[in-house]
């Protein structure tokens, strides 16, 4: 169990290997690897070109609810390991924003706590993003889909 | 008491941090919002604007209806956007 | 869209970097790598521990059923990209074995196609897996997890 | 007609491919099991274990009762146990 909250890249085909060296019980690791997009889509069909992004967050508290948030996947789902990377500061399309860990003796544990890492940090952790885009720069506002996304493990 | 603004609250009152002394009839997280809007014109914007806004009380998340007593620190922030 | 089947390791990290280089749109990757255990749980309770596990496959007829399971995914989802990699040969505990890549612009998407493609490989693509055990070598049989986890996507 | 052995079915047959003429009224997948059975005690014992088997013809995987006329080649093993 980690949490990384930085401004540099991540590798993650090392971190992977980090998380599973000498832990030979684990079967299976499903990672999740979000990055900038170059086209944000507002409302269904407004679409804006993104030439770059600038991520915020709330030092301190950041790594404290990312924590949490992991502990709770450790405590919903049998895992062996997990981590969670998430990059703060200025980033362009195709750059990686958030990696997600989660390694289990099998893959059902690893799929869904990996998934529901990815849904609660969107809407449980304080970042917040700014696009540039071609008429400004637009914070971004939260989506819908991503309550209904969080929403859906309410009741582990 | 500590009052601090993220995204574009901090953009538009133009602070991230200040200090501030409310009067005791500012008791709730709302009352404080109404208080602070009255600072400067900036404060009125940014309290001002249509869009949702949440804060936390010694950085815990809590209702605008939450009390304020003997809170350290107050924080404003748009909703999350991480991930 | 690839498929490799291969004797070599492979690196999660390196392929997930080509899978996104030059496709901007790309918001969401997820990965599943299975990795060979220490330990094979038999019908729940009986345990070996597996000293190394050999990897037999069908020439010709795995590449094409990998592509052919691939094509499906992609048919179901609005996919950027997939890789799907998978090894033979003889593997020791922690190493890699298969390694299943998707990418789109937004997440649920990659997670669907992510489980589906390793649910259906599981069943559908011609592997067999012969470990070695401190009491002999075993062929590991079919689980029946594995057809129930294959069988939920067949009404799709 | 060749026929082909994949995992425990190779190696208890001892043979991984071979060629085979099976006669005239061996017209089913299931025909040629029990026709394959009695080429050897190593050919018997691989068919002859109570142990799930699939087949297919021409790379196409089928059941048993499946006809085998015209096929080039037909091939046994036990279920997928990849991934």
Redesign the interface.
């Known amino acids: 169990m980690a949490v990384r909250v930085q401004r540099e890249d991540f590798?993650?085909?090392?971190?992977?290997a980090a998380l599973?060296?000498a832990t030979?019980?684990?079967?299976?690791?499903?990672?999740?690897?979000?990055?900038?997009?170059?086209?944000h889509v507002r409302e269904g069909y407004h679409r804006d070109a993104v030439q770059a992004m600038t991520?915020?967050?709330?030092p301190?508290?950041t790594e404290?609810a990312l924590a949490d948030i992991e502990a709770e996947a450790h405590r919903r789902w049998t895992l062996d390991a997990s981590l969670i990377i998430?990059r703060y500061g200025r980033l362009e399309?195709?750059d990686r924003?958030?990696l997600v860990l989660t390694a289990s003796?099998h893959?059902?544990a690893?799929?869904d706590a990996?998934?529901f890492l990815?849904d609660w940090?969107?809407?449980?952790?304080?970042?917040?993003?700014?696009e540039e885009t071609p008429t400004g720069d637009k914070?971004?506002?939260?989506?819908a889909d991503?309550d209904v996304?969080a929403r859906k493990w309410e009741n582990g | 008491m500590k009052v601090k603004y993220f995204a574009w609250l901090r953009q538009k009152t133009g602070v991230a941090e200040e200090d501030v002394a409310p009067p005791d009839d500012v008791r709730t997280v709302q009352n404080l919002v109404d208080w602070l809007a009255q600072r400067s014109p900036k404060h009125a914007a940014a309290f001002g604007e249509a869009k949702v806004f949440g804060a936390a009380v010694d950085q815990q998340v809590v209702q605008l209806d939450a009390p304020i007593a003997g809170a350290r620190e107050i924080a404003f922030f748009p909703p999350f956007t991480g991930g």
């Open positions: 590798d993650a085909g090392a971190e992977i599973t060296a030979p019980r684990i079967g299976a690791v499903v990672s999740f690897i979000g990055l900038v997009r170059d086209l991520l915020e967050h709330w301190g508290v404290k998430h399309p195709g924003i958030v003796p893959r059902d690893a799929f990996c998934r990815i940090l969107k809407t449980k952790a304080p970042f917040w993003k700014m914070w971004v506002e939260a989506h991503d996304a």
